[in-house]
């Protein structure tokens, strides 16, 4: 078999390009789209980041060392995950391109990458780049599985009984399981709180679940067992189809470690407004104003996500990975991203968004009845809520106090008093 030098990539079963390891030049490589995709007028969407100004793609290959183009490394984990995965198979971490050949066929999405020339292998020092030194590359390795982040998690299927179980081979599954952190207290059960909160507002939330570790079969060993998953239903896959997202690291072409450094709200807003209209602005705006109110200082460009169910045309996809950050820092916590040129909660009301709304170009209007809107209902649902949602009581009051300190909840929890007050008092 030939050394490994090129890989295909796929959207579904359209041929997008290859990605190639430059001869004789150690870890350079470089994406090229393929002339029979860029030739189809029908094409699937490979991504915004590659669209230009016409509507056609606008791309000039450019060699990368040892990374891949950003659009392929934002598909493979990192932080813990990638830590687990390469351990578990014996890949570099540094090495991109060698985690996508590992992990190429159930990537997040439906990019699938493979080896141009069949399986093959790779030779001389490069073997440990792959493999243990003398482990054949297998097709049957467990465990091929790639969920962009940094929390442990793994692709699950729920089987009729409604358990779960992590599929022998590390493929399939139509669930994401994402084991409790060894860092931060009660994460499953503090997602789990918020996703809850988030859908009884009205966001679009895909199907959630909370399940003793102990109950979910196929875990790698040494995994614990005395604590709570949180799960969610894969928004990328429906049955055997695989649905094509990306997350605006990928959009804005960032490499995973700049998702907190390189982009704003108002980036992501106007990429929003435009693909989108009102409607995409809207709900841009109702997740952003939640995501204050609850105090999660964690939405970066890769907790955003867009999603093509034709395969074309983008659409902003559900919510993930909402969670209240607040006693997780040690200081106060800020946003994720600048938002209008300021990070703090303490500065988001009304005159901030109008003047966010001026400086990216949306309609004033829409952004502030939709953040008004939101307030109302979600300080309105946490009075409703609170006392039902299983997480830990400090966190509960870590929140209280910070919608007090943010002026558009505050006013909107005022408002609420108000009404409150106006109904008793006509009694």
Not at 117 to 130: E, F, R, S, T, V
Not at 366 to 382: M, P
């Amino acid at each position: 078999m030939a050394e490994i030098m090129t890989l295909d990539v796929f959207l579904g079963d359209t041929l997008v390009g290859k990605i190639s390891r430059l001869p004789g030049s150690g870890d350079l490589n470089i994406f090229v789209f393929d002339e029979g995709y860029l030739a189809n007028p029908q094409r699937p969407t490979l991504g915004l980041g590659f669209k230009g100004r016409t509507g056609n793609i606008a791309y000039e290959p450019r060699p990368y060392n040892t990374r891949v183009h950003p659009f392929f490394a934002n598909l493979l984990p990192e932080g813990a995950l990638r830590d687990y995965i390469t351990q578990r198979d014996g890949v570099n971490r540094e090495r991109d391109f060698f985690l996508l050949l590992a992990l190429g066929d159930d990537l997040p999405g439906a990019v699938i990458i493979r080896p141009s020339n069949g399986p093959g292998q790779i030779n001389g020092d490069l073997g440990q780049a792959l493999t243990p030194p003398g482990a054949p590359l297998s097709a049957d390795q467990p465990l091929k599985f790639s969920l962009a982040g940094v929390q442990i998690k793994f692709s699950a299927v729920r089987e009729a009984s409604g358990g779960l179980t992590i599929p022998a081979f590390g493929r399939g599954g139509s669930w994401i399981v994402k084991l409790p952190s060894e860092r931060f207290e009660a994460v499953p059960e503090n997602e789990y709180a918020m996703m809850r909160l988030a859908a009884a507002v009205g966001l679009n939330v895909p199907e959630i679940d909370l399940v003793p570790v102990a109950n979910i079969q196929g875990l790698p060993a040494g995994m614990r067992e005395d604590d709570r998953a949180s799960v969610i239903r894969r928004f990328d896959r429906e049955g055997d189809r695989r649905i094509h997202i990306e997350d605006f690291g990928q959009v804005f072409q960032l490499f995973p470690g700049e998702k907190y450094t390189k982009a704003s709200y108002g980036n992501i807003a106007r990429v929003i407004w435009t693909e989108m209209g009102e409607a995409g602005l809207r709900e841009f705006i109702a997740r952003l104003v939640f995501n204050v109110a609850i105090g999660n200082g964690d939405m970066h460009v890769k907790n955003w996500s867009l999603i093509y169910p034709d395969g074309r045309m983008p659409a902003l996809a559900p919510s993930y990975d909402f969670l209240s950050t607040l006693t997780y820092v040690s200081g106060r916590e800020t946003m994720a991203l600048g938002l209008a040129g300021t990070k703090d909660f303490r500065g988001v009301s009304e005159s901030l968004l109008t003047h966010f709304a001026s400086k990216a170009g949306l309609p004033v209007e829409i952004v502030l009845e939709s953040a008004q809107a939101t307030a109302r209902r979600t300080v309105g649902v946490w009075a409703d809520l609170r006392g039902q949602l299983d997480f830990p009581e400090k966190m509960k009051k870590a929140i209280d106090a910070h919608m007090l300190e943010v002026p558009l909840i505050r006013d909107a929890m005022n408002s609420r008093q108000t009404i409150t007050s106006h109904r008793i008092g006509k009694k």
